[in-house]
């Protein structure tokens, strides 16, 4: 079944801070993120781990809580370039498991 | 480093007729590569999984005998749509994973447009 994301869009002025949820009914073993800008292929962003991971990278940082089967992205003081639609793929349960199911799609608007 | 070519970009086919898409990946050997189908506005829907050197494994509702996969070697995959139809206009996203890679990353490519008319 499809990762559900909330919200399913949102809009921001260049600056503000968003956070964007995936949250499966299985559980996990990993968590992909990925933004896709109209028209163009989902560009990867980064992967957690499940035992808790989070990461980051720039102004853009992720968490992974397994035991939730939640992942959390984070988009820090956001710039226009971070317009685009946020997808999270997950895999699991097992780590045999390679395929990604790609969540429902958050789309983010950023306005200057 | 990774990246991942799709030909065509877009085409466009009368109904009936079959088109081939081809899936790179051009600094990297990807033992397995994933096609997806992306309508607008949603979601990316994955089709099947491309081994190389063995069939691939369709998703549930996919008709293998209408989408044709060849993963010919590790740098290379290819998707047939066999006798087109409007309905399958959308657009058709590759996705490769570096052999050995341990976390199941996946490095898509740019994406082929279909346009059956």
């Known amino acids: 079944q499809q990762p559900v994301q909330s919200p399913q869009a949102v809009i921001l002025r260049e600056g503000e801070d968003a956070v964007i949820n995936c949250s499966s009914s299985k559980a996990l073993y990993s968590v992909h993120w990925y933004r896709q800008k109209h028209g163009e292929a989902p560009v990867f962003l980064m992967i957690l781990l499940k035992g808790g991971e989070q990461k980051g990278h720039d102004k853009i940082s992720a968490s992974f809580n397994e035991k939730k089967q939640q992942s959390s992205l984070y988009l820090t003081a956001s710039q226009l370039s971070y317009s685009g639609t946020y997808f999270c793929g997950t895999v699991g349960p097992n780590f045999g498991n390679e395929k990604l199911t790609f969540g429902t799609g958050t789309r983010l608007t950023i306005i200057p | 480093g990774a990246v991942v070519s799709q030909h065509p970009s877009w085409v466009i086919c009368k109904s009936g007729t079959s088109v081939k898409i081809e899936c790179r990946s051009l600094?990297?050997?990807?033992?397995?590569m994933f096609w997806y189908r992306q309508f607008p506005k949603q979601s990316l829907m994955l089709m099947a999984t491309?081994?190389?050197?063995?069939?691939?494994?369709?998703e549930q509702g996919v008709e293998k005998d209408k989408f044709l996969i060849n993963h010919a070697s590790l740098t290379l995959s290819t998707l047939t749509v066999t006798s087109a139809h409007p309905e399958d206009s959308s657009f058709y996203i590759c996705?490769?994973?570096?052999?050995?890679?341990?976390?199941?990353?996946?490095?898509f490519g740019p994406g082929t447009r279909l346009t059956v008319t």
């Open positions: 491309s081994n190389e050197g063995s069939k691939a494994t369709y």
């Open positions: 600094d990297f050997q990807a033992t397995t």
């Open positions: 996705s490769a994973r570096p052999t050995g890679a341990f976390n199941y990353e996946q490095y």
